[in-house]
C-alpha cells in the first residue's frame, strides 16, 4: 500500500489570486483514524488559506505533541513547520514570532497539550498576545495514550471502559477570555463552512486568536457518556451567531437590515458580519461574552461561533516595541552598536 499522494491536478480547479488551487496548500497524507475529526480541522485551514490567497512559504505552524499537534503534517505541506515537545509550543512560537513578525503563525495543540501540561505556557502566550491563531482539537481525551480523560473532560462523562470522570471540567474558552484574548471563538470540526469563516477572521486579526474546535475522537470518545462525542455536541450545541469574513480589499455590496446584522471592524480594517439568531450576544463585550459561556457551561449547553473580539486590540510587538525588521535582517552594527550605545543603556538603570 502507498501512502504517498498523488500530485496530480485537474486542470479546472479553482485559482485564487495567487494562481494557487487547494492542492497547492495540502500537506501529507493523513495516518490519523478515519473520520477523526483532526482531519477536518486540517481541511478548513487548507480552505481558509486558500481563499486568504496566503503564500504558504509566509505561514508558520507550530504543534505539540499530541493527535492535534500531528495535524500540521496535513496541511500548508509548504510552510515553515516546527513539532516542538509536550505543551511547549508556545513558547517556540513566541521565540520565532520575536525573530520574525512577518510571518503568519499558526498554532495546532491539543486538550491534553494545552489544558494540562501545556496549562501555564497557554496562559502566558496570552498575556502576551502573541499575533497567533491558536487552535485547540479539543476532544476530551489522550487519542495516541488509549483514552484517559483529559482536562477539558466533563464532568460525570466517562471514558469508553465505563470510568466515570470525578474532576471538573477546563473551559478554555472561558479562560482566554479571562486572560485577556481579544478574539476567542468557539467551533465544530463537523461545521466546515463555520470553521473556515471563523480561521479566516482569526488570521486577519492583530493579536492572540483563540478557536476551541470540538473534535471527537471516533476511536476513544465518541460513545453514550462520552461529553466530547458526535452524539452529545448535537444535542447540546447553540450557535451564538452566524459569521461571515469579508476582506478589506473586497467591496461590500450588501443590503444590511437594520437590527439583524453587526458589523465588527478588525485591528487591520477587516470586517467580520455577524448575523444573530439566538439570543443577543455583543461580541465585543468582554462580561458579556464571560457570562454568556458560564451560563452555557450551568446549561449543559456548548456555545459555537465568535465569542469575543476586541476590534482594537494590540499585538506583543506594538506593546514591546520591538525591531520591525526580522532579527536576521538586521546587520552587526544593527546588533551590536558599541559600547557606547551599552552605556548608555545601563546609566539609564542606575
Known sequence: MSY?????????????????TYRDYEGSLSTLCAGCGHDAISAAVVQACHELSLPPHRVAKMSGI??????????????????SVHGRMPSVATGANMANRDLVYIGMSGDGDTSNIGFGQFAHVIRRQMNMMYIVANNGVYGLTKGQSSATAKMGSTSKKGAVNPLADIDLATIAIDMGATFVARGFSGDTAQLVTLMKAAMAHRGFAFIDIVSPCVTFNNHKGSGYSF??????????NMSD??????DILVEVPENEVREVILHDGSMIRLKHVAHEHDE????DALSALHKAHHDDTVLTGLLYVDPN?????????????????????????????LDSINNGFR
Open 313 to 341: 486590540a494590540e499585538d506583543m510587538h506594538d506593546v514591546l516595541g520591538t525591531a520591525a525588521r526580522p532579527l536576521n535582517d538586521l546587520t552587526e552594527k544593527e546588533l551590536c552598536p558599541g559600547m557606547s550605545i
Open 245 to 250: 469574513f469579508i476582506p478589506i480589499r473586497e
Open 66 to 83: 499530541g493527535c492535534s499537534s500531528k495535524a500540521p503534517t496535513y496541511f500548508l505541506g509548504q510552510a515553515h513547520g516546527f513539532n
Open 284 to 287: 465585543t463585550n468582554r462580561l
Open 231 to 240: 452524539d452529545y455536541f448535537r444535542e447540546h450545541a447553540e450557535l451564538v
Open 4 to 20: 504517498k499522494k498523488s500530485h496530480f491536478q485537474h486542470p479546472s480547479l479553482k485559482r485564487n489570486e495567487l494562481g494557487l
